[in-house]
């Protein structure tokens, strides 16, 4: 079992919806992640929080909007998705501020369908 | 830029036979290296990694993996492979001269035949 948590484990959004996706850790590290996954591909990164702060935006649409209200918690909201935006979202998190030498711990992802 | 390189995208193998996966990569640092494995509509799980030392490295599951620096390559192995092995197996990469990102190859696809 993953001890990264998220949830849900699938959406099915309109176009015009507002939903977010959540992912929860206690291992008490301090960096967390989003992930962007296509079928068949490796994970693409979106998002970089350490210590509760966004230090790494990786030029994503404004449609994401990521959020940390604590060490534990990570948010992603949605807004007005786009089809090709359907993938697999990862979040993942890892001991050290920033990336290190830890490796990431992910969790079950989020299958995300926009229709 | 640092890169990753999984030449295979798929490798079939009998169960109980080995098991390599390939993984060459490219930084111009001192690399990290990990290997994930991702099982169908599951997030990647961690297998092991190289920092610094021994070059080989024994990780989760039964495998391990040889840092071999003058071929640039980190390639994964498993002396006798199971059905259950059967996965998508990611090689990553992060240097700190690239500001310490995570680079993913391609990925493998891994189908172990009983």
């Known amino acids: 079992d993953t001890e990264v948590t998220q949830t849900p484990k699938h959406l099915v959004m309109g176009m015009t919806n507002k939903k977010s996706l959540k992912c929860e850790q206690h291992m008490g590290h301090r960096a967390m992640y989003w992930y962007k996954q296509k079928a068949k591909k490796p994970p693409e990164l979106m998002f970089v929080?350490?210590?509760?702060?966004?230090?790494i935006n990786e030029s994503v649409p404004s449609r994401f909007s990521p959020e940390c209200p604590n060490s534990s918690l990570l948010n992603l909201h949605l807004h007005a998705l786009q089809p090709e935006d359907s993938a697999l979202y990862l979040c993942?998190?890892?001991?050290?501020?920033?990336?290190?030498?830890?490796?990431?711990?992910f969790g079950n992802g989020t299958r995300l369908t926009v229709t | 830029a640092q890169s990753v390189a999984q030449p295979e995208d798929q490798v079939n193998v009998a169960e109980g036979n080995p098991l390599t996966v390939k993984c060459t990569y490219s930084?111009?640092?001192?690399?990290?290296l990990f290997w994930y494995v991702q099982y169908p509509n599951r997030g990647l799980q961690f297998l092991l990694k190289?920092?610094?030392?021994?070059?080989l490295v024994k990780g989760s599951y039964g495998f391990e993996a040889e840092f071999n620096k003058s071929q640039t390559s980190f390639h994964l192995k498993k002396p006798s492979a199971l059905v259950s092995d059967s996965a998508l197996y990611f090689c990553a990469v992060r240097d700190k001269a690239a500001g310490n990102k995570l680079t993913f190859g391609g990925g493998t696809r891994v189908l172990v035949k009983p």
């Open positions: 930084v111009s640092g001192n690399p990290y």
């Open positions: 190289y920092i610094t030392g021994d070059n």
């Open positions: 929080y350490s210590y509760e702060k966004l230090s």
């Open positions: 993942a998190s890892s001991q050290e501020a920033g990336f290190g030498n830890s490796p990431l711990h």
